[in-house]
């Protein structure tokens, strides 16, 4: 994964939800998310491997923070909950 490219989706979005701080990355092949144990098997709804819901603070390319997402529990990952990690 190169952290110097942003994916158009992830750049669009952050440019639609007027995120002013930070960088927004995207995972397609989900080198990051299996390194740190976050995929899941999606093929059962035909959608192969597939990134489980988490948020991640990372500074100088060292992940400072990650909060993984409960099952449907939002809380954890969230934005107000990053933000205030921050």
């Given amino acids: 994964m190169h952290l110097g490219q942003r994916a158009f989706v992830m750049g669009a979005w952050g440019e639609q939800q007027n995120v002013g701080v930070g960088l ?3 995972d397609g092949n989900a080198e990051f998310t299996e ?3 976050l995929t899941m098997d999606g093929s059962g ?6 990134s489980r819901r988490y948020a991640a603070i ?3 390319g060292l992940v400072t923070a990650l909060f993984r997402r409960a099952w449907r ?3 954890v990952s969230s934005a107000d909950a990053v933000l205030a990690a921050l």
Wanted: charged fraction near 20%; glycine fraction near 16%; proline fraction near 0%.
């Fill in 58 to 60: 990372i500074e100088d």
């Fill in 35 to 37: 390194a740190v144990g």
């Fill in 73 to 75: 529990r939002l809380v």
């Fill in 45 to 50: 709804f035909g959608l192969g491997t597939r």
């Fill in 24 to 26: 927004l990355l995207a």
